[in-house]
């Protein structure tokens, strides 16, 4: 049987920092820590994407001031992404044009 790599320095501190997410919320079974990881990377990718779109559009949510483009965020689509661990629904901002 081969021998485990050494984790490397940032494999250790991403160790170290999901352990104490797990300390912290008290999970105790693979079911639990699999759902938190889900929620976790289900919300990160959403902030992503919304982060795309303030890019975009060259304005943040709730901003209130005069925009330079027609286009704005007032839609909420559901986007079902596919991940090496299973499907993942996504609530994003969509961007259209004013009329």
């Known amino acids: 049987m ?51 779109l303030d890019e975009h559009l060259g304005y943040e949510k709730h901003d209130q001031q005069p925009k330079q483009t027609e286009i704005r965020r007032n839609v909420t689509i559901t986007k079902k992404v596919r991940t090496n661990n299973g499907e993942l629904e996504l609530h994003v901002p969509a961007s259209v044009r004013e009329r």
Not at 5 to 33: F, W
Request: proline letters at 4%; aromatic letters at 4%; charged letters at 30%.
């Open 2 to 52: 081969a021998k485990r790599p050494k984790p490397t320095a940032e494999e250790q501190k991403r160790r170290s920092m999901m352990m104490e997410v797990v300390r912290e919320l008290g999970i105790d079974n693979a079911n639990d820590l699999y759902t938190t990881l889900r929620d976790m990377f289900t919300g990160t990718m959403e902030n992503m994407l919304i982060a795309v």
